[in-house]
């Protein structure tokens, strides 16, 4: 599976962007869909998650509230809704898939997805 992130931009802080996540092939709705995040010097982290279904999702504290995740496994497409944007959501916005237990999102092991996309810049302005 090849995913294609898009959607990604520089906007003022309180704002919203819409992150999208095409994928090559019809088996994505075989795989939960991810959204990660790298800020300049800082680690790659877990931004949100959704379910093969669509059905639950599961957030980073950080962005709860503000950040919503959504699939339509009809387009094989994952989209990641920004609202509230402050300058610290500043990042390389990555998706990716995986076939992990659901319950490893908020284990302690990580989580390896077994798919990733290529990445798009979100610049959140002050």
């Known amino acids: 599976v090849q995913l294609q992130a898009s959607g990604g931009g520089v906007v003022q802080a309180g704002g919203s962007l819409r ?7 019809r088996t994505f709705y075989n795989y939960h869909g991810d959204w990660f995040r790298q800020a300049p010097g800082k680690e790659r982290e877990f931004v949100a998650s959704i379910t093969r279904s669509g059905s639950a999702t599961y957030y980073a504290d950080s962005v709860k509230g503000r950040f919503i995740v959504s699939k339509d496994n009809a387009k094989n497409t994952v989209y990641l809704q920004m609202n509230s944007l402050k300058p610290e959501d500043t990042a390389v ?4 898939a995986d076939q992990m237990a ?17 990445g798009t810049q979100v610049t959140v302005s002050s």
Do not use: M
Request: net charge positive; aromatic share 22%; proline share 7%.
């Open 93 to 96: 916005y990555y998706c990716a």
């Open 19 to 25: 992150l999208s996540c095409a994928a090559s092939r």
């Open 102 to 118: 659901w319950g490893t999102r908020w284990g302690v092991a990580p989580l390896k997805p077994n798919f990733w996309g290529q």
